[in-house]
């Protein structure tokens, strides 16, 4: 059987700290460290503890060319070789050569995976941090808090200042106020809503409006034979508009609560999972990780970048991953602005249960990156809640 390391990997010497009361009541530190190697693999999906033999292994073999497990296992031992294709960091291949007894499903299924992020092109700092940061069942009782600024300012002092001076200030040019014109209106009314309206509806044509605006195909243009850009009111990297919308409706009119695909080109909802409304609420509220102030938003929509399209162009690039969060911040500014016009509150948030929301979805998180979710509604009475907990 041939076999090569998988696509990306990190090996993090990761410290843990413990405390050591014997050495403190005889006057040595308290505090020990223990370190150990924890390999980072996008493809796993989950952090696994390697010893310094993995290490040396892992370091000599490369992720491009074959090499007979024969050879690996005369060199480092047949179980640090097993052990390591059990763990999918090492991967094997059906093609080429295996026996049938060596073609576990667990090995089948690691290789698998390691294709498919292959096939995406993925910069490995850039899957590694996607695939590491997303949350599962974040919520207040796992570690969600919501501190205020009092808190924060006791536990960590004064923030750095809200603007700052660069030059010197002297040399700095006054410039004149800016007039006023329409556009203002929209730009200063602008806020984050924390304080939607549990029971207002969104009527089907507004929906379809901030929808169409912000997430549809105003044009469409082919750069090269069969090779299309779309035009939307937002900018994205490389016209690509990789971003795709994904509806949780609860309170939309004529749509049944449940997830839909916002289709940007064709300009329908296509059904996903149908839900009830307090199934709906409660994905609201888990995609949000307990942020109850935003999960009665009649329509949320869930920003998932397919990152191929992307990445289609711009591959193993340095920048490309950044260029996919700005494109879904660019988007959520514009469905701010446009439920402003509308009279509406919006938001947007990161702190999100990607896992959750992929399960959902039926969206692999090595090919359709969960980033951000926005909303947008009437707001209830009282209105305005001043910023208590923004992150
Ligand atoms: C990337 C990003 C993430 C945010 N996440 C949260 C969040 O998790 N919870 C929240 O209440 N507000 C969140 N906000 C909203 C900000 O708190 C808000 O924009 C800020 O307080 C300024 O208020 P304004 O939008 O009303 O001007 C987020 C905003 C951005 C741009």
Not at 89 to 103: C, F, I, T
Not at 114 to 139: C, E, F, K, N
Not at 242 to 253: G, K, M, N, S
Request: hydrophobic share 45%; aromatic share 6%.
């Amino acid at each position: 059987m041939l076999v090569r390391r998988c696509a990306v990997l990190l090996i993090e010497p990761r410290e843990e700290l413990g405390l050591d009361l014997q050495s403190m009541f005889s006057g040595g530190s308290a505090l020990t460290a223990t370190m150990h190697w924890v390999a980072l693999a996008p493809h796993l999906d989950r952090e696994v503890t390697l010893a310094a033999d993995d290490v040396a292994l892992l370091g000599s073999v490369g992720q491009t060319v074959w090499q007979q497990r024969a050879a690996l296992e005369q060199q480092y031992g047949a179980d640090i070789v097993a052990r390591l294709l059990d763990h999918g960091l090492l991967v094997g291949d059906a093609r080429l050569g295996a026996q049938e007894s060596e073609l576990s499903p667990e090995l089948a299924h690691w290789r698998e995976r390691d294709d498919t992020l292959r096939a995406q092109h993925w910069r490995p700092l850039s899957a590694v941090a996607h695939i590491y940061s997303r949350w599962r069942g974040m919520q207040s009782e796992s570690g969600m808090q919501f501190p205020t600024f009092d808190d924060l300012v006791k536990e960590y002092g004064q923030p750095p200042s809200p603007a700052v001076e660069r030059g010197g200030a002297s040399d700095a040019i006054a410039l004149p106020a800016p007039a006023a014109d329409a556009l203002d209106d929209l730009l200063l009314r602008r806020y984050t809503g924390r304080n939607f309206d549990t029971t207002a509806q969104v009527p089907l044509a507004l929906a379809a409006r901030l929808l169409q605006r912000t997430f549809g195909a105003q044009d469409q243009r082919m750069m090269a034979p069969d090779a299309y850009v779309l035009k939307k009111t937002s900018p994205s990297a490389g016209g690509l508009h990789p971003c795709e919308a994904y509806v949780l409706a609860q309170r939309i009119d004529g749509v049944a609560p449940g997830l839909y695909h916002y289709h940007a080109v064709n300009h329908v909802l296509e059904p996903v999972q149908a839900l009830t409304v307090d199934e709906a609420r409660q994905l609201a509220l888990v995609a949000v990780a307990d942020q109850q102030w935003f999960a009665d938003a009649p329509i949320m929509v869930i920003v998932a970048a397919r990152v191929f399209r992307n990445f289609w162009k711009y591959r193993n690039h340095a920048k490309a991953h950044r260029a996919l969060l700005l494109d879904a911040g660019h988007l959520s500014q514009t469905l701010y602005l446009l439920a402003t016009e509308a009279g509406l509150a919006g938001f947007v948030t990161a702190a999100i249960n990607e896992v959750e929301l992929e399960q959902a979805l039926g969206l692999d998180p090595l090919t359709d990156a969960v980033i951000a979710v926005c909303g947008c509604g009437p707001a209830g009475p009282g209105d305005y809640v001043e910023l208590r907990n923004a992150t």
